[in-house]
């Protein structure tokens, strides 16, 4: 794979042996209509996650709280748009920290212990529309994602899903990332495993 970066604003291109290049941009927020497109497409992959309508609050709050993960903690919402213009593909990620709107890491001690000190990135969720799948957007996505990590000087790029999720665990297993922590959660009522998955960015094992 071949990844460049084609301008001074977030955006980049990667091209990869089986697909076609595949643009990914850094999500002007000023841009509300992609913004829309965008919180839409991530809801419905989180509702998936949970077997639950995501409710009009919650999207409320995930509209008011990505542009503060991106203004106070090194965040960004990165797309993938058809030909014509529409997203198709979204991922979301940001600086470990605590005091994050929705971010659960400081309540588990277990996970922090075993990521360990230093400065960790977050990929909150890498979503594709079912229509544009198995077209390198989502390899894209990640490879961005982890790109931006190391930039910042982060130790490692970690995320999360259900044990349940066969397609979010293949593409995290694709991107090179490995499972390090169990953790049970109750969804909808039913009580299942969250699965925690990371890669080193620095060579050092977790807890190191």
Request: glycine letters at 10%; aromatic letters at 8%.
């Amino acid at each position: 794979m071949e990844l460049r970066k084609v301008d001074a604003g977030g955006n980049y291109r990667l091209k990869m042996p089986r697909y076609r290049e595949v643009d990914v941009q850094e999500l002007a927020l000023s841009d509300r209509k992609a913004f829309k497109e965008a919180l839409r497409l991530y809801a419905g992959v989180e509702a998936q996650e949970r077997g639950a309508k995501i409710s009009r609050d919650e999207l409320r709050l995930w509209a008011e709280g990505w542009p503060k993960l991106v203004r106070e903690h090194e965040g960004s919402v990165l797309v993938v748009r058809n030909p014509a213009g529409e997203v198709v593909g979204v991922a979301v990620g940001h600086v470990a920290s605590k005091g994050v709107h929705h971010y659960p890491l400081a309540d588990y001690p277990g996970m922090i212990a075993k990521l360990g000190a230093g400065k960790h990135y977050y990929l909150r969720l890498a979503a594709v529309h079912p229509n544009h799948r198995r077209a390198g957007a989502c390899t894209a996505l990640l490879t961005v994602e982890e790109q931006q990590a190391k930039e910042l000087g982060c130790k490692t790029l970690f995320g999360r899903t259900r044990e349940d999720n066969e397609v979010i665990i293949r593409q995290l297993k694709a991107a090179g990332m490995k499972q390090f922590h169990t953790l049970p959660v109750t969804i909808a009522g039913e009580t299942v495993n969250r699965i925690y998955y990371y890669k080193n960015l620095k060579q050092t094992a977790p807890g190191a």
